[in-house]
């Protein structure tokens, strides 16, 4: 699990408290880092200036945080070395995968010049013997896989219960995950959990829990994964992304134009936030627009309102007339008679000479 942000002191400390009075400690069982699988690694010519410098700028705020969470962990429990390939990922997950993140990819350096600092925390797997389950650390695990080594971890016996509000507290605690996969977790919990232990679990009032899950539910998870975590986009604006889906599903007129822009090149190549912008940006713009089907009959109602007779005109079949004393004006509508127009306007000079004759013979 990547380390985000800063901690003081006695957040630490505070979190501490509430795992040693949520588990109760036990004896650990020590295992071997024999058979550790070489993992292949990122390219580095893949990874441009400014994904150096944004790594740089993590591993800056991991060497504080390191120091701290170290004192906070030695001594409190028997840290033991884990084979990686005998380590499993948590029953649920919490995170989004992205092809490029800066803070693991910082992880992964400092622990590859200084060690992994902070152990992970583990339960024996339930249904797989001589192997284990986290709850937390998967960054940190994933990060030791890649390089081919050991895991450092403390074993506890923890129930699924445990094991969720364990995975959660440390991540919360530490607002170590985006708004939208806060948002995934409290639905993946809610289709088997009460909400009761996603309260604790997430550090959150029960109302804000609701407004988590009714978003991850509005929203179609592709569309989730299609922009990725998000880590700079809050609340508010996911709330207006969702408010364009209803059921789960965005109006029909929007459907083909967003398909299309989630699969271009631009979209896939962009950064996450950058992502959800487009999409909100394209929604917003499709809104604007109008449904063309909707546009196409306002017009058309429109200009049947406006070719609606006066009560001072008169009607020929499709041709509106309207007399004075001094003049008499006929109205064509074009789209109910398409080329009437073109055929009096031809036949106009001989019904002119017509009537010319017909006042001479008068």
Not at 65 to 81: P, T
Not at 116 to 144: D, F, M, N, S, T
Request: glycine residues 6%; charged residues 30%; contains cysteine.
């Amino acid at each position: 699990m990547g380390i985000v942000g800063a901690w003081t002191m006695t957040k630490a400390k505070d979190r501490k408290n509430a795992l040693d009075s949520l588990f109760a400690s036990g004896p650990m069982s020590p295992m071997g880092a024999s058979g550790a699988v070489q993992r292949p690694r990122l390219s580095s010519g893949a990874i441009g200036a400014a994904e150096i410098n944004l790594i740089k700028d993590e591993r800056d705020k991991l060497k504080e945080e390191l120091k701290q969470l170290s004192s906070k962990v030695e001594g409190s429990a028997q840290i033991v070395e884990l084979d990686t390939q005998k380590v499993l990922p948590s029953f649920i997950a919490d995170r989004m995968e992205v092809a490029f993140d800066p803070a693991f990819e910082a992880l992964k350096e400092s622990i590859s010049e200084t060690g992994q600092q902070v152990p992970i925390l583990v339960r024996p797997a339930p249904k797989q013997e001589g192997c284990y389950q986290i709850a937390y650390g998967h960054r940190r695990w994933r990060a030791c896989q890649a390089l081919g080594i050991a895991v450092k971890g403390t074993i506890r016996e923890l129930t699924d219960e445990e094991l969720l509000i364990a995975q959660g507290q440390e991540n919360h605690e530490r607002k170590d995950l985006s708004f939208i996969e806060t948002c995934l977790f409290v639905r993946r919990l809610a289709q088997d959990y009460p909400q009761s232990l996603i309260v604790k679990a997430i550090g959150k009032d029960k109302s804000l829990v609701s407004k988590y899950r009714r978003l991850a539910e509005t929203v179609p998870e592709l569309y989730l994964r299609s922009i990725g975590p998000a880590p700079k986009i809050g609340r508010p604006r996911w709330e207006e992304l969702a408010s364009f889906f209803q059921n789960g599903l965005l109006p029909e007129a929007y459907q083909s134009a967003v398909d299309k822009s989630i699969e271009s090149e631009a979209f896939v190549q962009a950064a996450s936030d950058d992502r959800f912008v487009m999409l909100l940006q394209l929604l917003q713009k499709l809104k604007s627009d109008g449904d063309p089907q909707e546009n196409k009959s306002k017009k058309e109602k429109a200009e049947s309102k406006a070719f609606e007779l006066p009560k001072s005109w008169s009607k020929i079949d499709s041709v509106a007339v309207k007399s004075s004393e001094t003049t008499t004006s006929f109205t064509i509508n074009h789209r109910q008679t398409p080329g009437l127009k073109e055929f009096l306007l031809d036949q106009l000079p001989e019904l002119l000479q017509q009537f010319d004759d017909k006042a001479q013979k008068n």
